[in-house]
T-cell receptor, first 115, second 111 residues
Framework: GAVVSQHPSRVICKSGTSVKIECRSL??????MFWYRQFPKKSLMLMAT?????????EQGVEKDKFLINHASLTLSTLTVTSAHPEDSSFYIC???????????FGDGTRLSIL | SQQGEEDPQALSIQEGENATMNCSYK?????LQWYRQNSGRGLVHLIL?????REKHSGRLRVTLDTSKKSSSLLITASRAADTASYFC???????????FGTGTSLTVIP
């Protein structure tokens, strides 16, 4: 089946650091990628929808200058948490799909801890 | 928020029983998908049902979709202890192509 690779799986860093998370579709071309944030025992909250070659569409309340998303190719999207603070600590998950009415495929997530 | 609602929030059953989870959403969709998530892990895709479909089966899973009521249900038959996980519905929006998750149901199957 389709595989989405997300890296790194875990990051621990100091406050003020910028952190980049990569999401790659390994065996299909992902026209659309999604970035989510998940708090403990909660559901996934959509942060932004990213279409290849265009600017990401951010959900209300998500700071686009804080969470920079780049989807430069059909197999790679990146999320950069800029100047991270402890409140940015969370589980971040990406997903990708090829076309409408195809399943979403998810990465294994990145656990971000800001000290 | 575009997030859908699921009920129940938590469900505890004996092994061998059936488990039913319900999902409601707010706007027109292309499709609805069900996922499971084990604690602290990524999501596993279970089943996709298109907006023009009413019912779908996959192994012990049965999914229904009622677009007039904007609701879906997931039935897991003959449950096993290994089915213990959180289950989420997610909808692909017609307008905007976003993909929103429901609030989730935590299922515990007691051996």
């Amino acid at each position: 089946g389709a595989v989405v690779s997300q890296h790194p799986s875990r990051v621990i860093c100091k406050s003020g650091t910028s952190v980049k998370i990569e999401c790659r579709s390994l065996d299909f071309q992902a026209t659309t990628m999604f970035w989510y944030r998940q708090f403990p025992k909660k559901s996934l909250m959509l942060m932004a929808t990213s279409n290849e070659g265009s600017k990401a569409t951010y959900e209300q309340g998500v700071e686009k200058d804080k969470f920079l998303i780049n989807h430069a190719s059909l197999t790679l999207s990146t999320l950069t948490v800029t100047s991270a603070h402890p409140e940015d600590s969370s589980f971040y998950i990406c997903s990708a799909k090829s076309t409408t009415n195809q399943p979403q495929h998810f990465g294994d997530g990145t656990r971000l801890s800001i000290l | 928020s575009q997030q859908g609602e699921e009920d129940p929030q938590a469900l505890s059953i004996q092994e061998g029983e059936n488990a039913t989870m319900n999902c409601s959403y707010k706007t027109s969709i292309n499709n609805l998908q069900w996922y499971r998530q084990n604690s602290g892990r990524g999501l596993v895709h279970l089943i996709l049902i298109r907006s023009n479909e009413r019912e779908k089966h996959s192994g012990r899973l049965r999914v229904t979709l009622d677009t007039s009521k904007k609701s879906s249900s997931l039935l897991i038959t003959a449950s096993r202890a290994a089915d213990t996980a959180s289950y989420f519905c997610a909808t692909n929006q017609v307008t905007g192509n976003q993909f929103y998750f429901g609030t989730g149901t935590s299922l515990t199957v007691i051996p």
